[in-house]
């Protein structure tokens, strides 16, 4: 299994920016399906930004347009640059990461098929 360490949330203002960093460690995340969850306070967990080997990517509509999910193969490193960002978007981040998959079965992955998952980050928007 892989180590993942989310790093980069805090407290922003309503319409301010924020930018997440999952670090891997014990392999790369070449060739591996990362995604971006978030997870508010009585509510389920819910994928938000998925991306494959190839830097296809996949958001859900609440962040299309914001929110940009990006690879940096020689760091080892997943990275979320959240703009605009709304009270909505409070919530712990999550980090995640499975074997390696197509692109279409990698940016249609549901929660139960990632592996591994980072210790989380916490966002809060006021």
């Known amino acids: 299994h892989v180590q993942l360490v989310e790093s980069g949330g805090g407290s922003v203002q309503a319409g301010g920016s924020l930018k997440l960093d999952c670090v891997a460690s014990?392999?790369?995340?070449?060739?591996?399906?990362m995604a971006w969850f978030r997870q508010a306070p009585g509510k389920e967990r819910e994928g938000i930004a998925y991306i494959a080997t190839y830097d296809s990517a996949t958001y859900t509509d609440s962040v299309k347009g914001r929110f940009t999910i990006s690879q940096d193969n020689a760091k080892n490193t997943v990275y979320l640059q959240m703009n605009s960002l709304k009270p909505e978007d409070t919530a712990m981040y999550y980090c995640?990461?499975?074997?390696?998959?197509?692109?279409?079965?990698?940016?249609?992955?549901?929660?139960?098929?990632?592996?591994?998952w980072g210790q989380g980050t916490q966002v809060t928007v006021s």
């Open positions: 995640a990461a499975r074997i390696a998959v197509s692109t279409a079965t990698c940016l249609n992955s549901r929660t139960r098929d990632f592996d591994d």
């Open positions: 014990r392999y790369t995340v070449v060739d591996k399906c």
